[in-house]
Nanobody, 127 residues
Framework: QVRLVESGGGLVQAGGSLRLSCAAS????????IGWFRQAPGKELEGVSCISHSDDYTPYADSVKGRFTISRDNTKEVVYLQMNSLKPEDTGVYYC????????????????????WGQGTQVTVSS
C-alpha cells in the first residue's frame, strides 16, 4: 500500500511559479498512475493532471494547459507538478492521488478512480 505526501505549496504572487512534489513510500511509485487534484474554497474537487505508470499520456485540465507540467522521477519515487504563470484562481489545496497498475485513461479527472490520497498542500496565489 502506497503512502503519498505532497509538498511544495506556499504563497506566491500572480505570474510566479511553484513546483509541487508527491512523494511515495510503502510501495514502488512507478506502478501507479498519479493524479493531481485541487480544491478551491467553496468549490468542488477538480482534476488538474495525471501521469500514467506505463504510457506517455499526460492529460491536463483546460484551465492549466500550457502553464502546468506533470512529470515523474521513479528513481526518487516522486511525481512533480510544475506550475508556472500562476493566477489567483489557481489558489486551493492540491492533492495527489494514486491508482495501482493503471493508466490515466478517460477517467483521470474523476475522484473515484484513485485509491490512495495524500493530505494536501496549500497553494495561495495573490493578485
Amino acid at each position: 500500500q502506497v503512502r503519498l505526501v505532497e509538498s511544495g505549496g506556499g504563497l506566491v504572487q500572480a505570474g510566479g511559479s511553484l513546483r509541487l512534489s508527491c512523494a511515495a513510500s510503502g510501495s514502488t511509485l512507478d506502478y501507479y498512475a498519479i493524479g493531481w487534484f485541487r480544491q478551491a474554497p467553496g468549490k468542488e474537487l477538480e482534476g488538474v493532471s495525471c501521469i500514467s505508470h506505463s504510457d506517455d499520456y499526460t492529460p491536463y485540465a483546460d484551465s492549466v494547459k500550457g502553464r502546468f507540467t506533470i512529470s515523474r522521477d521513479n528513481t526518487k519515487e516522486v511525481v512533480y507538478l510544475q506550475m508556472n504563470s500562476l493566477k489567483p484562481e489557481d489558489t486551493g489545496v492540491y492533492y495527489c492521488a494514486g491508482e495501482y497498475v493503471a493508466t490515466c485513461g478517460d477517467s483521470w479527472h474523476r475522484r473515484i478512480k484513485y485509491d490512495y490520497w495524500g493530505q494536501g498542500t496549500q497553494v495561495t496565489v495573490s493578485s
